[in-house]
């Protein structure tokens, strides 16, 4: 998609089916069929599920000089390369959980250079990482309004210790202005303490929470698993 401007291509399984092509004779593997995307910084790419089949993270590869997101469906490969961004759109009437592994950085780290932008749609929409997550960091602190849209909770529970930053405010998250953050023992947050003041525990749904509030008017519920990590200058 490599053009003038800023481009977005959205590919499901089904699509893929009809398209025909390999990356190289060395990338290819037997009995796979490989398709591959490029562009340009500030193009941008969604995934969507066929209803049968839906897109998994098969891990980044090396090839012709270049990075690449390898994901699999049905027998098929897909392959982006790592100069474009991926958009994340929830359905309208459903519950979505938004995987985030694919897009944390080489640094073990996500952030709003990371992802173009996660649109949650209808439901109580989650962003999460994966069972296999270990030592990664989230990085909400300077998200602009279009990145995060209808996200209702987040969710660090992975194998192992996750981490997690929050800035001043969270109002663009939804129209609530209320985070749950969920995670395991071992996981922690840091906040902007200038910004968000601790209430006291709540329990919704049978679990408890700490509860910080900011002059927004925005609340933050934090699952008693985390712990907070104070930082300085």
Known sequence: ITGGGDNQVAIDPTSHAHLTGHISAGAKTAGVNEIRITGNTGDTFELRDDGMNEWLFAGNRIQDGKT????????KEL?????????????ADADTTFVLDDVIGTDNKLDKSDFSA?????GTNT????ASMDGKTIDISELTSDQLNNVHVIDLSGQGNNHLVI???????????TLPIKGNVGDTF???SA??????????SGET?????NSNGETLLVHLNLVLVMTGT
């Open 195 to 204: 910004a968000w003041k601790y209430i006291d525990r709540e329990t919704v």
């Open 118 to 122: 996660v649109n949650g749609g209808g």
């Open 68 to 75: 690449w997101f390898v994901y699999t469906a049905g027998g």
């Open 190 to 192: 840091e906040l902007d």
């Open 209 to 213: 929470s700490y509860k910080y509030t």
């Open 127 to 130: 962003i999460a990482l994966g």
């Open 79 to 91: 392959w982006v390369e790592n100069t474009l961004r991926r958009v994340f759109e929830g359905a």
């Open 167 to 177: 800035g001043s405010t969270v109002k663009d998250a939804n129209d609530a202005k």
